[in-house]
């Protein structure tokens, strides 16, 4: 795998956790849509975000409907959520418009109030690297 980028977005700080062990992990930056990055190309895309009422963070559609393939050639979503089921669909369904393949969705387990407290936690950190890192290598 060529050139690795990773973008977050967060309300509550768990995406930047995520992104920033992740991105010390791959040894490269991770930025956050607030910023508006350029990310130039990419082989492979981190997008890391959390689902608030069902749906991604308004930023993160709009950052996502600025991407295009002649730049971008794959996506893997890191989401973290309460209920692991629920995903980063609307990113998807724009992605999939784009003609951007969405290779993975790693689903770290997040929290709301006391809607399982304490999560992301070091484990479900560390085990979200690996499974990155694991598709990396294949
Ligand atoms: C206002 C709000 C709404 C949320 N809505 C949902 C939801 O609909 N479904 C879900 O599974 N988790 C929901 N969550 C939990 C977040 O997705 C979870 O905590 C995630 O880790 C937040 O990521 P962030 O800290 O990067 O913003 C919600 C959290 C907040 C603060």
Known sequence: MNKVKIV????TRHSKKIALALAKALNVQAEDVV?????GTADLLFIVGGIYGGTSLPGLIEFA???NKENIKKV???TSSVKKTQG??????ILEEKEISVVDE???QGSFLFMKFGHPNNIDI???IEASMKILTL
């Open 106 to 108: 790693i689903h770290c």
């Open 76 to 78: 893997v979503f890191i």
């Open 88 to 93: 980063q669909d609307a990113v998807r369904k």
């Open 8 to 11: 977050y977005a967060t309300k």
């Open 35 to 39: 910023s508006k990055p350029n990310l």
């Open 65 to 67: 409907e600025n991407l």
């Open 126 to 128: 560390r085990e979200t």
